[in-house]
Each structure stands twice: as structure tokens, then as C-alpha cells.
């Protein structure tokens, strides 16, 4: 299966908050970067489209579709990050309980979130129902860094640990066979 996978543009959020499955807007004009994104991936002849259903990816996936179906999954979420949505990095350092998730982030979820062991299970069965339905066809995915990564961590057969040594910028276009 060829895969084409790309992370959403950069958003609206304060710089150093963290956001994973809050629904953050977008900048002004976002509009204009998601058509040039499209344009590079006109010439694809994509036989599935899915994505993550937060907005900055669905409407990135959108625009990419250009009229066709999109297949939004819940699985293709970032990291949730519970009770830290939407504070600061620099204050969620200094809780208590953030020692042990940094520690151990791979199996310690962020109060009422989840840990990457989680996500990347999740990652890991959506994967293989994909693999099963579109096993020789060419499948677009528009999702975030931490989806990305578990993606090529999983094509690549790497340990967890070193998912997050790849680098995944924003509006970043990737392509691999899984």
C-alpha cells in the first residue's frame, strides 16, 4: 500500500501551549497554504482519503479532496493530553505528576489523558484495517505529528522510543509503503 501522509499546517494556538485533541483554529488565511498543499498532490491518484476529524486536518483533508469522499476516524486524533489541554507547556512542567510522564511518556498518560503506548495501539489498529482494505491501493492520510510519526515508527518497524526522532514539520508531505 502506498501511503501519502501529511500533517496539518501550523495553527492559531499560542506558541508552547499544549493542544493535542483540543479543536484549535486556525491562522488567518490558511486557506491559501491548503491550496498550495493540494496543488502539490493534484497529479495523485488517491483510492482513499482519511483523516483526523479535528479541523486542522478535515479541512486540510478537504481541500486535498476537492469534492471526493474523506473518511474521518477518530483513532487518527493526536495524543490527548487530558488534563493539560490548553495550558502552557512551561506551567504543565512544574505539576507534580508531570515528572512521570516525562520519565516515561511511552507508558504514563498526562492526568485523565493517554500515554503513547495508547495512541500508538490505536495508530497500530487502524493501520491494519487499512492494510486489510486498501492493501494495493494508494491511501492519503492527513493527520498530526504524533499519528505521523507512530506511522513511519510502525512502517519501519522501529522501537517506540525512537518514534519521536523524526522530525514532522507542519504541512509536512511524506510518502512511504506500508
Known sequence: MKLTLIRHIKTSAPEGMCYGQTDVALPEGYQTIHVQLAEQLKDEAFDALYA?????????ANTIAAGRPVIFDDRL???NFGDWENKMWKNIET???AAAFFDDY?????PNG????AMT???SQFMAELEANHSQQNVLIVAHGGPIRVIHGLAENLPLEDYFKREVP???ISQLYY
Not at 52 to 59: D, E, F, I, N
Not at 106 to 110: G, L
Not at 114 to 117: A, V
Open 170 to 172: 507542519y504541512g509536512q
Open 114 to 117: 493517554e500515554s503513547f503506548k
Open 95 to 97: 505539576l507534580p505528576e
Open 106 to 110: 511511552i507508558h504514563v498518560p498526562p
Open 121 to 123: 495501539n490505536r495508530i
Open 77 to 79: 486524533k493526536e495524543l
Open 52 to 60: 483526523s476529524p479535528l479541523q486542522r486536518c478535515a479541512l486540510l
